[in-house]
């Protein structure tokens, strides 16, 4: 049997045309050095050739020729034969298959070749989709046209490209919870995490729907940002050990929702499922001053008694250091020799000192006294910044317990998800693209793109019964 299979493979017509080509090129050596990258490029288009006609060869043993076959239940009966021509990896390949329609209705047609393999938006082998959107999460559709012409095997267009992100978002959002919770329960927590830290951030993106949503169109809303933009949410869950080292990251990046709900549920039910692995984990709640986000992480539902948790909130150094900055400049002056240097006296003090954050509000209710109307005003904001926020800034004490106290993990996760995909020169975006790209990102920056895209492509296939007497032809 396995004689017969490679005897066959032998004579198929690429590979016959690989060995007259490996023929050619060793005459070659006789009249002198032939081209290396010439025999590279050339190499590779023959043994595409040869992937091209076996992955035919094996689409075509998928296709089932009956009377009738059962999917989900329902009967069809053979209605016709078509060739029809896929996308693999190694380009396109084209094969004869049978199409089924239900008895007794005219409704579209099913294939069940594409079925049991798990053809991509009907046109993309598995190995093929998950290629185009890897690539569409990190780059432009124009530069992934660029990139595949570049490596050889397949060239999907620009607009497959564009659509397929789509397609594979609108069935990974189908599932999403019940896939995310899968992608838990496979993980565990490293045995030396003692410290899990979640933050959330937003950056504003362009948007093609923000005319119709913007909160400029409201009049009871205040208007953040540019007109046509909107805040997309971005959250990191990590992991540290007893040194503050990092050790797992899982971020969520989602499109503008209310409340940022979705991500929020996101982020939930990550620290749920490492505390539920590992109780002990000290929870450090690390995010800027933005009410939204204290609403969220005060309020956030650890799935153990609260009690039995350790639990730190900490307001970002830097972003404390912003505030600084601001009230030294409103007490001495932007830009001045005395307020840059009062401004390194005080983040060392806020950072080093156990009463740090008490000794800075004291600093400023003294100059505040002192200053005129205008500036007295200014100074009283960063006060009333600090006085809210200064059960979050004990950073001496957070340093020493190796805790972290900066939120470059997510600001980090809003440029990687966000800013360096989303907000080239004329991008706007759509709620369903634009979630695609962040999904896909999401996952792969989390380590978890392989285990999702197992889940993802089988949500394609489905199981095909040929006949009633007929085995089974399950994929």
Known sequence: MEASHSDDVLKSPAADRLRQFVRRHRQEWGHGTPDFETFERELHEQMMALERELVAEELSRFDVDAEQVEVGGVVYRQALTSSETYLSSAGPVTVERHLYRPAGRSTKSICPLELRIGIV??????????????????????????????????????????????????????????????????????????????????????????????????????????????????????????????????????????????LCEQLQAECQSALLLCPDLKV???????????????????????????????VDFYHACEHLKRACDAVWGEGTSQGKAEFERLKTLLKEADDGVEKVIRAFQYRKRRAGTKRRKRIQTELTYFRNQRRRMRYAQYVREHLPIASGVVEAACKTLVTGRMKRSGMAWTQEGGQSVLTSRSLIQSQRWHRAWSLLCADFRLPVTANHDAPSLAA
Not at 189 to 201: F, H, I, M, Y
Not at 234 to 250: A, F, K, P, Q, S
Not at 289 to 298: I, M
Request: proline residues 5%; negative net charge.
């Open 121 to 262: 938006d009907g046109q993309f082998t598995p190995r093929a989709a998950r290629q185009i959107g890897f690539v569409t999460a990190h780059l432009t559709c124009r530069e992934g046209e660029a990139l595949f012409k570049e490596l050889g095997g397949m060239h999907p267009s620009r607009s497959s490209m564009e659509r397929l992100p789509k397609t594979l978002s609108e069935h990974w959002e189908a599932n999403r919870q019940m896939w995310e919770d899968a992608l838990r329960a496979g993980e565990t927590v490293c045995g030396t995490a003692a410290v899990l830290a979640v933050s959330l951030d937003g950056v504003l993106a362009p948007m093609k729907d923000a005319g119709r949503k913007d909160k400029r169109c409201q009049p009871d809303k205040q208007a953040k940002g540019p007109a046509g933009y909107r805040e997309v949410g971005c959250g990191t869950v990590v992991l540290y050990d007893e040194e503050g080292e990092r050790l797992d990251t899982v971020c969520y990046g989602r499109m503008p929702e209310t409340n940022k709900l979705t």
């Open 284 to 314: 450090v709640k690390l995010a800027d001053g933005a009410k939204d986000n204290w609403r969220f992480l005060s309020g956030l539902d650890l799935g153990q008694d609260p009690q039995a948790v350790t639990q730190v909130e900490i």
